[in-house]
């Protein structure tokens, strides 16, 4: 795959309907105790929440961008980031569909989610709380330099700290 194509677009509800059937498949719940969205409905309104960019409390900045194809628009997945205003960490996930995994789209979007953030938002301290069973994203964030700082039965918490 030619990575160059391969664009972060910020979340709006827009998106919607070209997200929904990728988030509908099961098999990316299983490390997870998220569920599927119940209705298109129910993904535009939680959309629409996060497209505002900030936690209602306001301690809290959200990220959240849609990982598509430049030329094709064709949705592969999201990267997300949440970052806390006063310790300036961000918590990053993401999910990349089914039938796109194994293609180095999951660290290619990652890698530019984290540049964004450092060069936009002077992030420098990064987190993820990855299953232990889910050998891929494991693999991803290993590749990128984190490193497991804490391990209980089901997750481990993986940091990365940038100049």
């Not at 629409?48 to 900030?54: A, C």
């Not at 980031?81 to 310790?87: E, H, N, P, S, V």
């Not at 961000?90 to 530019?112: C, D, L, R, S, T």
Request: proline share 4%; net charge negative.
């Amino acid at each position: 795959m030619d990575y160059t194509d391969i664009t972060l677009e910020p979340l709006t509800a827009v998106h919607t309907e070209a997200m929904f059937p990728g988030l509908c498949d099961p098999k990316l719940y299983t490390f997870t105790a998220d569920t599927p969205p119940k209705s298109l409905e129910d993904l535009r309104r939680t959309y629409k929440r996060r497209e505002k960019g900030i936690s209602p409390d306001n301690n809290e900045f959200w990220f959240n961008w849609i990982i598509k194809h430049q030329q094709t628009d064709q949705c592969f997945g999201y990267v997300q980031a949440t970052l806390d205003k006063d310790t300036r960490q961000a918590e990053i996930a993401y999910v990349v569909f089914n039938p796109y995994w194994h293609q180095g789209i999951a660290k290619y979007a990652v890698e530019m989610m984290l540049k964004h953030l450092k060069e936009n938002m002077s992030v420098r301290h990064f987190k993820a709380v990855i299953h232990n069973q889910n050998l891929a994203s494991i693999n991803v964030i290993n590749a990128m330099g984190f490193v497991a700082v804490e391990t209980s039965s089901n997750e481990t918490v993986y940091e990365l700290i940038t100049l």
